[in-house]
């Protein structure tokens, strides 16, 4: 994220008002993400599986159970990792459920016990505590028993980036907080940054390998090619959430969506915010196209071997799987409205 001077206090929602029908249909118009629509064919076995687990843990209670799966949230690991072994898919559609369960704890509030919870899940992913309580909340435990089953295959660097990943998008989940009862809007400019880390992609695109059992060479994953891969994914990720979740966050009083962030300061209309979000949107779609080719230009450059030229082949669709997979369950999940904006 930016510096703290780049986030602005307002008062008042910003921006001009709009006068066309409700914000759902105008956002819930033409968001499109290439490629086909995949459905992991496990998560019949696996989302019941799931669920079960979650409610056994505590991280779902009746309430929030019942939510869960009218949005089918565990059924978005399933659009996203369409290609992971149905074990795999298990322990992705756990943590899924668990994102969740964190992103709704911290729309409620109150944000001193939210925030006291997110920096104990923080400790527990970076290994800063020494032991997870019992009585600790359930979604520290939970992490202090998935991340060590889905770290244990991963190589050392990997791994390490996993967790470093995860931190970074607990510390955005405090950044809300913050935000939210300060009235603070970010700048376009920190926003940006800012949101490829709060979307989750960092640590999720790590799991791409995991889904896939395949690891890129740590040359390929540092490489400008693939780096540019990832954020304009995240972007593309990022920006399709906050155009299907504008009116939600509305209603909640968030001021981190990027609708919001351009009508407050570049004093549109929310319709016009609207406009302007889904032409950014259409504008990181097409340099993912140009990222991915560019990504398979400096591999095949490389002289990379069989398997590791394959293994960037198949991270590379699963960025665009989950770019398009995303896309896929944001309108079909009732999380964000029944017509899917």
Wanted: net charge neutral; proline share 6%; with cysteine.
């Amino acid at each position: 994220m930016g510096k703290t001077s780049a986030f602005v206090r307002v008062d008042g929602p910003g921006g001009r008002a709009s006068h066309s029908g409700t914000v759902r249909e105008r956002a819930g118009g033409p968001v499109r993400v290439p490629g086909p629509s995949l459905l992991n064919p496990g998560l019949r076995q696996v989302e019941p599986q799931v669920m079960a687990w979650a409610r056994r843990a505590g991280l779902l209670s009746a309430l929030t159970s019942g939510q869960a799966g009218r949005e089918r949230q565990a059924a978005m690991a399933a659009h996203v990792w369409p290609w992971a072994a149905p074990k795999r898919l298990a322990e992705l559609a756990r943590l899924t459920l668990w994102m969740f369960a964190v992103d709704d704890d911290s729309d409620a509030g109150p944000a001193h016990g939210t925030g006291a919870e997110l920096e104990a899940m923080a400790h527990a992913v970076g290994g800063w505590a020494r032991a997870v309580p019992a009585s600790a909340p359930p979604a520290v435990r939970v992490l202090d028993e998935v991340v060590p089953r889905v770290t244990g295959v991963m190589g050392p660097a990997w791994g390490d980036r996993f967790r470093r990943h995860l931190v970074a998008w607990i510390r955005t989940n405090q950044d809300m907080l913050r935000f939210r009862g300060g009235h603070e809007v970010p700048t376009p400019e920190a926003y940006i940054a800012w949101r490829r880390v709060s979307g989750a992609t960092g640590w999720c695109f790590d799991l791409i390998e995991y889904a896939q059992e395949s690891e890129l060479p740590a040359g390929v994953w540092f490489s400008p090619a693939c780096r540019a891969l990832r954020e304009a994914a995240a972007d593309v990720i990022g920006w399709t959430n906050d155009l299907f979740s504008v009116e939600k966050e509305l209603r909640s009083g968030e001021t981190t969506n990027l609708v919001l962030v351009l009508r407050h300061h570049r004093g549109l209309t929310l319709d016009e915010a609207v406009d302007e979000t889904r032409l950014w949107h259409a504008h990181r779609v097409a340099a993912l196209r140009t990222a991915t080719r560019d990504l398979y230009a400096a591999a095949l450059a490389a002289d990379l071997a069989p398997a590791q030229l394959s293994a960037v082949c198949q991270y590379a669709d699963g960025i665009h799987a989950w770019a398009r997979g995303f896309l896929d369950f944001s309108r079909d999940s009732a999380r964000y409205g029944a017509s899917g904006g």
